[in-house]
């Protein structure tokens, strides 16, 4: 055994452990998303992930200063609207008085240092649950790009830090920039749901915001699991039209892409720890089957290890009482 190479001698305690960590875990890389309806003082629980609540704007300003208060810097917002207010071009996502654009305001008023993301989509508005307008049974590409721009627009009149298109329509980032530097939100940032893959871990995402497709499915748009290459394109389009952030989701089943995606990026990376990926750490952790702090910490973790720079994830709140007890 005579100079036998001992990787464990950097393994031998905590302290030690602490000192050779190469990754850790930061409250400054959490994005919350939150889910806002409309009313006063309503607080519903998604059954589908338990311990998840959607609220109307009164008491998602309180939850904000609450999060911000534990540390927490950003939060994505996705609405939902009553059915009356949608239709096929979405227009209920332009108003400037819808529930996006008045929560944006009355969050960015509250706590102005929040960073505050915006969900750029068509579904929770379209009658037909799409991420684009519908002609002839097909989604349409360019006629949608010019919706979502404009319903970008209306966030940054909000005041909204960043928008986030999630919809997979080609050529919607340069067309978003192009857009809001024409009004001159120079300043207003765009994450793009570049790597988007068609997904069933958004199960639970679509019963929260009752967004599931009228008809077919998503993948005319988004990715096919099978493909790698054609992420690292997606992404490389998106950083080339401008996108200031480059997203991957879902998260843990494609950290493949994460790493793929970070070697080539000039633009932080952000991964998307999905609904479908919460709720299956909460029926296991009902059932005692795993320890569920451990679990949220190690998943958590991994994004970093993959080399997300951001992680938006349901577990943010769980993360920042179990960081505050345990040393990483
Ligand atoms: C839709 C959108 C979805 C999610 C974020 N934006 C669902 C979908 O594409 O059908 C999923 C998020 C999650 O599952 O946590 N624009």
Same mark, same amino acid.
């Given at each position: 055994m005579n100079g036998l190479k001992r990787p464990r001698r950097l393994r031998v305690n905590q302290s030690m452990r602490d000192l050779v960590a190469e990754n850790r875990l930061s409250l400054n890389d959490l994005i919350t998303p939150l889910f806002v309806i409309e009313g006063k003082g309503q607080e519903h629980e998604i059954p589908s992930m338990p311990g998840y609540f959607k609220q109307s704007l009164d008491l998602t300003i309180e939850e904000v200063k609450k999060l911000y208060g534990m540390g927490l810097k950003s939060v994505l917002l996705f609405v939902q609207v009553r059915e009356?207010?949608?239709?096929n071009k979405g227009e %209920?996502?332009?108003?400037? %008085?819808?529930l996006m654009q008045q929560t944006v305001r009355a969050i960015k008023s509250a706590v102005p240092q929040m960073v505050v993301m915006t969900d750029v989509a068509l579904d929770p508005y379209s009658s037909w649950g799409h991420d684009g307008i519908v002609q002839d049974g097909e989604v349409v590409n360019d006629p949608t790009v010019e919706v979502l721009a404009e319903i970008a627009l209306s966030h940054a009149h909000a005041g909204a830090d960043i928008v986030a298109p999630?919809?997979?329509?080609? /050529?919607r980032i340069a067309a978003i920039r192009k857009r809001l530097d024409s009004e /001159?939100?120079?300043?207003?940032?765009i994450m793009s749901y570049s790597v988007k893959y068609a997904s069933s871990f958004y199960g639970p995402f679509r019963d929260a915001l009752d967004s599931?497709?009228?008809? /077919?499915?998503k993948k005319t748009y988004q990715m096919n699991p099978a493909n790698s290459i054609e992420g690292v394109k997606e992404a490389l389009l998106d950083i080339e039209e401008g996108a200031d952030i480059v997203m991957v989701k879902p998260g843990l089943p494609y950290l493949d892409m994460v790493l793929r995606v970070k070697e080539v990026s000039e633009v932080p990376v952000s991964a998307y720890h999905v609904s479908g990926e919460y709720a299956m750490v909460k029926a296991a952790a009902e059932k005692g089957w795993i320890d569920e702090d451990a679990v949220i910490l190690e998943s958590l973790l991994s994004f970093k290890r993959a080399g997300a720079d951001l992680i938006a994830t349901y577990f943010s709140r769980d993360a920042v009482r179990i960081l505050k007890n345990t040393e990483l």
């Open positions: 009356s207010l949608k239709d %209920e996502a332009m108003n400037a %008085e819808g999630s919809d997979m329509m080609d /050529g /001159g939100f120079h300043n207003t940032g599931k497709p009228g008809f /077919g499915d």
